[in-house]
């Protein structure tokens, strides 16, 4: 059965504490891995696709990188601005009927104190 | 690009009453949207994979009639909770992907519904 599983489940650090999430998956065969952020009360917002193992990909202060179990989300000197949840989701290679589902990790709440 | 629009943002109303959330996708089309559930401090759960034209997934122990889902076009998905209870009070999430032949393209996401049955 296709997993995935984030760490921790919250984090709290000072502004300018560089930090990483994780997110850990077990998948048959990876499609897509996709990082979220949701803020209280709102929906998802999209920040960043990997397909394969070794490839990064970078927006302001966040870097996300891929391996074949794992994926981090990197963050460099934080503001408080960032803090949010971050959900992981990958997508399976399978075939059958779930083929388009995403599946989600449970997040990690990040606060970032000024 | 790829803005999702959700309305209405928040609905309290009646046990017994029936409640339409629509999902549109602003600024492409989308042949697939997703209706998700989520609880407070939890991930989201998926209910349903809307198709457009044809009947929608459901996830297991979602209720079909109890959620009727409807994708009559390329921008514009409804979901009809009927005749809600109090536990159906929870918020509601869709979202769309863009169709482009190729590589695999992440799904956009609308605000939310926050649904609360008296």
């Known amino acids: 059965e296709d997993q995935v599983t984030q760490s921790p489940e919250a984090l709290r650090l000072q502004e300018g504490e560089s930090s990483s999430l994780n997110c850990s998956y077990t998948?048959?065969?990876?499609?897509?891995l996709f990082w979220y952020r949701q803020d209280p009360g709102k929906g998802p917002e999209f920040l960043f696709t990997?397909?394969?193992a070794g490839e990064e990909k970078e927006k302001e202060r966040l870097k996300a990188t891929l391996t074949k179990k794992e994926s981090f989300l990197h963050i460099t000197a934080p503001k408080p601005e960032d803090s949010a949840t971050y959900l992981c989701?990958?997508?399976?290679?399978?075939?059958?009927?779930?083929?388009?589902?995403?599946?989600f990790g449970q997040g990690t709440r990040l606060t970032i104190n000024p | 690009g790829a803005v999702v629009s959700q309305h209405p943002s928040r609905v309290i109303c009646k046990s017994g009453t029936s409640v339409k959330i629509e999902c549109r996708s602003l600024?492409?089309?989308?042949?697939?949207m997703f209706w998700y559930r989520q609880f407070p401090k939890q991930s989201l759960m998926l209910m349903a994979t809307s198709n457009e034209g044809s009947k929608a997934t459901y996830e297991q122990g979602v209720e079909k009639d109890k959620f009727l889902i409807n994708h009559a076009s390329l921008t514009l998905s409804t979901l009809t909770v009927t005749s809600a209870h109090p536990e159906d009070s929870s918020f509601y999430i869709c979202s769309a992907r863009v169709t482009v032949d190729g590589r695999l393209q992440p799904q956009h996401f609308g605000d939310g519904t926050r649904l609360s049955i008296l």
């Open positions: 990997l397909y394969s």
């Open positions: 600024d492409f089309q989308a042949t697939t």
């Open positions: 989701a990958v997508q399976a290679l399978s075939m059958s009927q779930g083929a388009q589902k995403l599946v």
């Open positions: 998948v048959s065969g990876l499609r897509g």
